[in-house]
């Protein structure tokens, strides 16, 4: 992976950044209108469902009023998996007439005032879909990454009992038995958009190694998902440093998993954890080169085969079999990150891409299809035919911005700077929506800082630029804004340590306390503003 990777998503099913591109430089291309096909993309409101008109606080009071739940979704347009969502759950039967149970809310990043309600409810990465029961307390997030089946069941759950996850989490805690239903909210919650509210990072381990173990058997397949959330708790402990794990422990979760994964109705229930867990699931329970690894690589293997050939019971989008085949890939790449993939691996990933490419023509379900694909590219180091799909893309998808941080990262990758830094500054010219155009403006100050960090004058202009996008909105400093201006601002200041480079914060951070000042005193945006580029105090002698 880059040094630094310009898609700055935080989603749960984006996990990878490409890098790598092949040995001809590409042209940029010239500014070009979407394609028929992509119009879909382009659309705010997916059609089918009666979304609220008007803002999230009156939302909320007509819910109240009509004793209904609201349903919150939170999203961007040039988002690869909030584009899967619409092309896989939005435009479903079951969902539309669903949706007549609740009010639903379609909040996009970039409307005015969404980054301050995402501070609200503690939501970041997109998408996230929260339902919340009349009085306004949050039920559960919903997840991703499931069929519309799945994800009807548990919203069916969900507004019957409209016990709170918080709540629940409580009880079994406390001992309380759960039913069957409840089971199933806990398990379905989307604890990767959760962002630690219902439980902290510190506490992961043990509280689904409880939920894991609490959970009835009769919902094996649902209680699976509870027992992946402590694997991954474990594994990125493992990351940070320390064994979490004892032998024992270790050992136990290895057998388990080898039991589970022949089962259709835990891979029915688990299709993302199989396409995005096994590298860090193998690698927390085995040692490299070991049996252990052998077995389970083999039965992940056996697992994906099963998801593929529909012999599990499941039907795969087209993202969901590009990935299937990426993991398949990331296996291979276990014990041997940097060596050759064998050839009929390779071969099936170009013509699965070449496949879906053809096929796929509706605009949200391309995006999301496209994006797979160059995932799978990039994890297969197939470099060069990564490059041209995402260039000939550009023309067709309504977000071509969101490729071209790819195409920078490929550029960078490939040792081409002054092509990755054209990217950049492409793809934030192109960006469309406050919080969006903050985002890849970011990404552009990040490339000219770490790519070509002896030109400050370039780097003050687009300094000055990009914080210019925050000129005139009072709620800018929020959420994901607010975090890409925490990264933006450590970047400066590590790099404008010399005189000349000092002077060039000193005109950012002038520029900043304008903006900072027409903000509301006491307010927390404006706090936010005035932490940005904010010089360190003076260091005290000791005594």
């Not at 087209?318 to 276990?334: G, S």
């Not at 370039?458 to 914080?467: D, M, P, S």
Request: net charge negative; with cysteine.
């Amino acid at each position: 992976m880059n040094k630094l990777s310009y898609r700055l998503v935080i989603i749960s099913c984006a996990l990878l950044a490409l890098a790598g591109c092949g040995r001809k430089t590409p042209a940029t291309p010239e500014a070009a209108p979407p394609a028929a096909a992509a119009s879909g993309a382009a659309d705010r409101h997916p059609e089918g469902i009666d979304w609220f008109d008007g803002e999230l606080d009156a939302a909320f009071a007509a819910a109240k009023a009509a004793d209904k739940p609201l349903f919150l979704y939170w999203g961007a347009e040039w988002c690869p998996p909030c584009a899967q969502i619409k092309a896989t759950i939005f435009n479903q039967r079951e969902f539309q007439e669903r949706s007549r149970l609740f009010v639903p809310v379609y909040l996009d990043g970039d409307t005015p005032s969404a980054q301050k309600h995402g501070e609200t409810f503690g939501v970041v990465g997109y998408p996230t879909m929260i339902l919340f029961r009349p009085d306004g307390k949050e039920i559960t997030r919903l997840p991703g990454g499931v069929d519309v089946e799945h994800y009807s069941t548990i919203l069916d759950v969900a507004l019957a009992d409209a016990r709170p996850v918080a709540d629940l989490l409580k009880a079994v805690r406390a001992g309380e038995v759960l039913s069957q239903n409840d089971w199933r909210l806990l398990a379905y919650h989307s604890w990767n958009t959760d962002e630690g509210r219902t439980v902290e990072q510190k506490d992961r381990i043990a509280t689904f190694r409880l939920l894991g173990k609490q959970c009835p058997v009769e919902l094996e397949g649902d209680c699976t998902r509870l027992f992946f959330e402590y694997l991954y708790a474990a594994a990125d402990a493992a990351e940070a440093g320390g064994n979490p794990l004892s032998g024992l422990e270790r050992a136990e979760a290895r057998e388990r998993l080898l039991m589970l994964l022949g089962k259709p109705s835990v891979l029915q229930s688990n299709v993302q954890n199989l396409q995005y867990g096994a590298s860090d699931t193998i690698g927390l329970l085995s040692d490299e080169s070991s049996p252990e690894r052998g077995d389970l690589t083999a039965d992940w293997t056996k697992a994906l085969d099963m998801l593929d050939s529909g012999e599990a019971g499941t039907k795969l989008s087209a993202p969901e079999r590009l990935n299937v085949i990426r993991a398949r890939v990331q296996i291979a790449r276990l014990d041997s990150p940097a060596g050759p993939l064998p050839e009929p691996l390779l071969a099936q990933a170009r013509s699965a891409v070449a496949k879906v490419d053809a096929e796929t023509r509706d605009g949200y379900a391309r995006q999301a299809a496209i994006n797979a694909a160059a995932n799978l590219y990039w994890e297969a180091g197939l470099d060069e035919e990564a490059n041209r799909l995402l260039t000939s893309e550009l023309a067709r998808t309504a977000s071509p911005y969101y490729f071209m941080l790819t195409l920078a990262d490929l550029a960078q990758r490939a040792g081409r700077e002054d092509e990755a830094v054209q990217w950049l500054a492409r793809a934030y010219a192109d960006a469309k929506g406050p919080a969006t155009r903050f985002q890849w403006g970011t990404n552009y100050l990040l490339g000219l800082l770490e790519m070509t960090p002896e030109d400050t004058q370039r780097i003050e202009r687009a300094g000055l630029e990009v914080i210019g996008e925050l000129d005139d909105n009072p709620d800018a400093f929020y959420q994901r804004t607010r975090l890409h201006l925490q990264k933006l601002n450590t970047k400066l200041l590590d790099w404008g340590q010399d005189a000349e480079r000092a002077k060039v914060i000193e005109t950012l951070r002038t520029r900043t306390a304008k903006i900072c000042r027409e903000l509301p005193e006491g307010d927390a945006g404006r706090r936010n503003c005035e932490s940005f580029l904010k010089p360190s105090p003076p260091a005290t002698a000791s005594a």
